[in-house]
């Protein structure tokens, strides 16, 4: 993060301060999301009832995500600002610590989850994989705490943000069932999932894939010769004929990993693009979170069988 955006948080923060105060009494809650997936959540939670602005889109990498000018006024004007946390969103803790020492509210929704169920790294800033929300269970615990909060900030809709977030846990549920019932089609010994960067730890884990990424958890870290090579033989040993592109991450890293697969006369097709850091366009099925995961698990089981 620049001085210049921090310096410019102050600045912008004196400077709406009293407009802020001014806040008429029956004025909809207004929420500042920052990945895709929270966005979605909160949308779904809040409805009607509060205005929601998410800073960033389609295809957006959180990992390398920094605060333009335009996101700054988004933010001082926010009466609360949801975001992922454990760092995921690394380039903006330092104005979110701004914020917190201006009295906007800044609630971290990975914070919720018990740090005992997290995946821990030795690579990673935070010590924790911050891609919570590939395991639905971590989502529906996500979406209770988002419920709460918003039901603490606006008590007059408190009732409606009840029935948004047990209807929003229902579809969960059922997600959740469907999930499962299309990987049991996908033998355990076919669920192998390269991908561009490691951000499927926790849907591994939760439905048993071996999941390797080329990149470490954190995009910043990109991926060298030695690490392709050593996934090709990886993909070359267990005879691997599908890999990943991930819509948030550069195709070339996955097609470097390919022509060396190739080079040592072995054949690994793409086998589609996975959302992995941020959901799909804006009114379509993939831009949804529920959307999403259906879609990345009916492209990981279709291209492994």
Not at 83 to 99: A, D, I, Q, R, S
Not at 150 to 173: I, M, R, S, W
């Amino acid at each position: 993060m620049t001085k210049k955006i921090v310096i410019l948080v102050v600045i912008t923060m004196t400077f709406f301060s009293c407009k802020k105060e001014e806040k008429k009494v029956n004025q909809k809650l207004n929420v500042v999301t920052t990945t895709t997936m929270i966005t979605d959540l909160v949308k779904n939670i809040g409805g009607d009832l509060i205005t929601v602005e998410g800073l960033m889109g389609s295809g957006v990498d959180p990992h390398l995500y920094k605060a333009s000018e335009g996101d700054v006024t988004k933010l001082v004007n926010a009466d609360v600002i949801f975001y992922n946390g454990l760092h995921l969103e690394g380039k903006l803790v330092e104005v979110f610590e701004k914020m917190g020492s201006q009295n906007i509210k800044t609630i971290a929704v990975g914070e919720v989850l018990d740090k005992n169920t997290l995946i821990g790294s030795d690579y990673f800033a935070s010590n924790y994989d911050p891609h919570i929300w590939f395991n639905v269970d971590n989502w529906k615990q996500v979406a209770s705490f988002t419920m709460k909060k918003l039901k603490e900030l606006d008590p007059k809709n408190a009732n409606a943000f009840e029935t948004n977030g047990k209807a929003y846990l229902d579809k969960l549920n059922l997600l959740e069932n469907k999930l499962k019932t299309t990987i049991e089609t996908l033998p355990e010994n076919k669920r192998i999932l390269v991908t561009a960067h490691d951000a499927f730890s926790y849907f591994g884990k939760e439905y048993r894939f071996n999941v390797v990424g080329l990149q470490g958890l954190s995009t910043a870290t990109e991926a060298g010769v030695q690490d392709v090579q050593k996934l090709a033989a990886f993909i070359i040993e267990n005879q691997v004929k599908a890999i990943f592109v991930e819509t948030s991450v550069p195709k070339r890293t996955i097609e470097a990993l390919q022509a060396a697969v190739r080079s040592k006369d072995h054949e690994a097709i793409i086998g589609g693009t996975l959302y992995s850091d941020a959901l799909g366009n804006p009114g379509t099925t993939e831009g949804t979170y529920i959307g999403m995961f259906e879609y990345n698990v009916n492209t990981i089981v279709n291209a492994l069988k």
